[in-house]
């Protein structure tokens, strides 16, 4: 069995604003081993990037409430003192962002940025950090990697200030690799090259991922294991192939409904998830999605837990529709015939 | 880079030209009162009428304005803009004036630029707590506080209630620059308060701004200690439109601006000299002033551009 690098139980992230107690992350939990990906898919609003930034303690501040534990090779970071989180930073687990245009501090050059990322770890002069940069740039695919270098930000494309992040993501060879809608700002086209590359960089550099996306189509290639999150809870989590091909969550049906297919006939209009996500301050009582759920009924006011309903193990979810069920209407829900009909 | 420069400066010449352009209209033109009454107004409170005559023909007021005009500007830069009043040529008596206002534009610039800083910094780094809300308070009343009220109360306190500063006067530098400090010292403090206030303010906004931008996220994301996210990454950007200002502020108070503080402390520098001119009626050497002034605005707008390009690579000229 692969190393277990994460393990986060329980983990819950609260905010204390003027307008109240915002519930960003509330009891999720899942764990990471090294060499994989695990994919953490919602909307906006779903704790997905909360939860990365938590991994990292970027959301320390003195209005925030964590409990529950994060887990990483047997060290509970959610007790690290600052200091020892700043070694860890970059470090153990590097991070890239949803939009490479803003991502890079627009005065330094590309190449001094990753210096700086190598420097701050490691004890070397600033000659060979140099040269591993550009090793770096080689690596993520920057044409010509001893010249662009010495560019700065804005002489680079959105796809190669993206590729810059993963190579400065990548500088100090960490174990795990958070990527946060690392696509979400990028042309289509750019899109696949950059998870391709993630997924291969993650065996070269031996780490593990977590790619965090709105799109469940970003994760379909690469992810070994996905978990939906809604309004700061986990409701569906299972390996890929589960969560594909045998979704158990209405949301999550929404989600794959929403992702526009060639190979299907062509539907009179996209399907969508009708509303809103809630109000992170006032949630709904019982299931978080049950005002927004096609299916709700009676038992759906009382909040269902995570647990293994199918025959498969490891495939978890909540929702309290019994299976048969859920099989029999899903098909129809993802291909957004309630509302038509 | 070389092209930048050259384009820079050539537009810098044609702004001089568009101010001397701009001094005749406002001084010669625009009040009227024909040939005499122009020539009454150069020549200034006591002139007799064959000295009016004469400035009326020197100066070619009875001829075209575009031979006005080149008759001024000639008169300008042969260094031969007199003030009839005091029978000085301006030129000199800007000369005389200058290692006064040059000595506390210097040293005033240091102290508001040092304090402006670290009043901006404190103030982000404790938004909204206490420290921020005092120093919010000071800065506003700092920047309230009339220059000319707080230079004679700190005068008359400090200068001549009790002893503790010179009372006034400009003190040669070379002669002692001790002495020239200690002279110098209530003027700077009292130019420098405004200026402290201000800065403070901008930047404690520029800061916050810059605090939330996603550069300083992943300049975290790589384990920087905070300190070091604070200067290298927050503090570097938000300073740049500090840049701006400082230029100008600075151009503007070496140009004579500081009218107030100088007249205050009696420090016989180009602004002190600009508001007795303006006292007593005596349009050349305000005409000097201002292009004097305005050179140096100019100037340092150029400056301001040159350094920009530095500070942030994406307007630098390729």
Excluded at chain 1, 3 to 8: H, I, N
Excluded at chain 1, 304 to 331: F, I, M, T, Y
Excluded at chain 2, 165 to 188: K, S, V
Aim: charged letters at 20%; glycine letters at 8%; proline letters at 5%.
């Amino acid at each position: 069995m692969a190393e277990r690098l994460l393990d986060v139980k329980d983990l819950q992230v609260h905010f204390n604003t003027e307008d109240g107690i915002v519930h960003a992350v509330d009891g999720v939990s899942f764990d990471l081993e090294r060499g994989k990906v695990l994919g953490i898919v919602g909307e906006s609003g779903s704790g997905k990037s909360v939860t990365a930034m938590t991994l990292l303690g970027l959301t320390r501040d003195v209005n925030t409430r964590f409990q529950g534990e994060v887990l990483y090779k047997g060290r509970d970071l959610l007790k690290l003192p600052e200091t020892a989180m700043q070694d860890f930073r970059g470090n153990e687990m590097g991070m890239i962002f949803q939009d490479p245009m803003t991502s890079l501090n627009p005065v330094y050059r590309i190449g001094n940025q990753i210096v700086e990322a190598i420097r701050t770890h490691e004890d070397i002069d600033k000659g060979r950090a140099k040269r591993r940069a550009v090793d770096l740039l080689r690596q993520v695919g920057i044409p010509r990697p001893d010249v662009r270098v010495d560019d700065y930000p804005h002489q680079f494309s959105g796809g190669m200030r993206q590729r810059a992040m993963i190579a400065m993501a990548l500088s100090c060879n960490p174990d795990v690799l958070i990527a946060d809608e690392p696509t979400t700002a990028l042309d289509v086209t750019i899109q696949a090259q950059i998870i391709e590359l993630i997924d291969r960089l993650k065996d070269d550099f031996n780490s593990a991922v977590i790619l965090i996306t709105h799109d469940l189509g970003v994760v379909a290639d690469v992810a070994d294991e996905i978990i939906v999150m809604y309004a700061g809870r986990v409701v569906e989590r299972g390996a890929k192939r589960q969560v594909f091909y045998d979704p158990q969550m209405p949301y999550t049906w929404g989600l794959l409904g929403s992702i526009p297919r060639l190979d299907r006939p062509k539907p009179k209009r996209l399907a969508s998830i009708t509303g809103s996500p809630p109000s992170l301050i006032n949630l709904p009582r019982g299931c978080k999605f049950r005002p927004r759920c096609p299916h709700a009924f009676d038992k759906c006011i009382e909040e269902p837990d995570l647990v293994n309903r199918v025959e498969e193990p490891g495939h978890l979810d909540r929702c309290w529709l019994s299976v048969q069920e859920k099989r029999a209407v899903r098909d129809r829900t993802i291909r957004g015939e309630e509302e038509a009909a | 880079m070389a092209t930048f420069l050259i384009r820079r400066t050539i537009g810098a010449i044609l702004v001089m030209l568009a101010v001397t352009f701009i001094v005749f209209l406002i001084f010669i033109i625009v009040p009227g009162g024909g040939k005499l009454g122009t020539a009454q107004r150069i020549a200034g409170k006591n002139a007799t009428p064959q000295n009016v005559l004469n400035i009326e023909h020197a100066w070619g007021f009875d001829k075209p304005f575009y031979v006005q005009y080149g008759l001024m500007i000639k008169r300008m830069f042969t260094n031969n803009l007199v003030s009839y009043t005091s029978q000085q040529p301006v030129l000199s008596q800007i000369k005389q004036g200058i290692p006064a206002t040059f000595s506390l534009t210097i040293g005033a610039a240091l102290i508001w630029v040092f304090f402006g800083v670290l009043v901006g910094v404190i103030s982000a780094v404790t938004a909204g707590r206490l420290s921020d809300r005092l120093i919010t308070i000071l800065a506003l009343v700092g920047i309230s506080m009339p220059v000319f009220w707080l230079g004679l109360v700190t005068r008359y306190l400090l200068a001549e209630k009790n002893s503790f500063f010179p009372d006034g006067e400009y003190y040669p530098l070379t002669a002692n620059p001790l002495q020239w400090a200690y002279h110098l010292i209530l003027p700077w403090l009292v130019l420098a308060v405004l200026f402290i206030g201000f800065y403070g303010r901008v930047l404690r906004g520029n800061i916050l701004d810059t605090i939330n931008e996603d550069y300083v996220r992943t300049a975290k994301a790589k384990g920087l200690a905070s300190r070091r996210v604070l200067v290298k990454h927050v503090l570097r950007n938000s300073l740049i439109p500090i840049v701006t200002l400082f230029g100008l502020d600075f151009a503007g108070v070496l140009g004579g601006g500081a009218i107030l503080t100088e007249t205050v402390f009696d420090l016989h520098g180009v602004g002190q000299y600009a508001a007795q001119s303006i006292n007593n009626f005596d349009l050349p050497p305000i005409m000097g002033v201002t292009m004097y002034g305005a050179f140096f605005i100019v100037l340092f707008s150029v400056l301001v551009d040159i350094f920009y390009a530095y500070l942030d690579p994406r307007i630098r000229p390729t």
